[in-house]
């Protein structure tokens, strides 16, 4: 069980806007500004999106945006594309010896 | 340009070890905030963080898994080495090495990642 909770799947047509949600503790996503979100198509090495909350990577399309609330950070995908079919995996920088999470990945179809 | 390439064993029995290395270029591990870590993912599963290394050779590991893991570093082979004792079949994984970055101790994430390698231990 990942400590990051994300829905297992989400889905939106062409053009419209999703969003997922990683939820942990005060001990993680609560407590620090250091979440990422990691793009991963099949069989690819997961691709840096977000870091740090909302920053964008260079190179990163500016569909993509990313914020917090608590314990909850969001990734929002806007004007959705084909290409955006993938998996989606948020992280966090944690406190004391558990140090990093991952989320459990959310599969974004685009319908 | 950054690049990160895994290499080692694809086919390992339970009770064995495992030893990964990750050879990188574009960076050096003895700059200040950052690291190299080692991410692995089983088939159809999530994302496992293990293991990272940072520029001063400070370490940190995995608290599931940190009495088989150790981390090294070579910095002027531009490489890091990960050893996974008593293999078992859950190990089966891709594992994945990547370049850790951050202000400080504080891991922004990993922005450069290794293609990945299939380690595999049959039951």
């Known amino acids: 069980q990942s400590a990051l909770t994300q829905p297992a799947s989400v889905a939106g047509s062409p053009g419209q806007s999703i969003t997922i949600s990683c939820t942990g503790s005060?001990?993680?996503?609560?407590?620090?500004?250091?979440v990422s979100w990691y793009q991963q198509h099949p069989d690819i090495a997961p691709k840096l999106i977000i870091y740090?909350?909302?920053e964008r990577p260079s190179g990163v399309s500016n569909r993509f945006s990313g914020s917090k609330s608590g314990n909850t950070a969001s990734l929002t995908i806007s004007g959705l594309q084909a290409e955006d079919e993938a998996y989606y995996y948020c992280?966090?920088?944690?406190?004391?010896?558990?140090?990093?999470?991952f989320g459990g990945g959310t599969k974004l179809t685009v319908l | 340009q950054i690049t990160l390439k895994e290499s080692g064993p694809t086919l390992l029995k339970p009770t064995q070890t495992l030893t990964l290395t990750c050879t990188f270029s574009?960076?050096?591990?003895?700059?200040?905030?950052?690291?190299v870590g080692w991410i692995r993912q089983p088939p159809g599963q999530a994302l496992e963080w293990l293991a990272l290394?940072?520029?001063?050779?400070?370490?940190?590991?995995s608290p599931s898994l940190k009495t088989r893991l150790t981390i090294t570093k070579d910095t002027s082979k531009n490489q890091v080495v990960l050893i996974m004792t008593n293999l078992d079949p859950v190990d089966t994984a891709t594992y994945f090495c990547a370049r850790g970055f951050g202000s400080g101790y504080y891991l922004s994430g990993f922005n450069y990642w290794g293609q990945g390698t299939l380690v595999t231990v049959p039951s």
């Open positions: 992280y966090s920088y944690a406190r004391s010896s558990t140090f990093v999470v």
């Open positions: 574009g960076f050096s591990l003895s700059t200040s905030g950052v690291g």
């Open positions: 290394i940072y520029w001063n050779d400070d370490k940190r590991y």
């Open positions: 005060s001990s993680d996503v609560g407590g620090y500004d250091f």
């Open positions: 740090d909350v909302r």
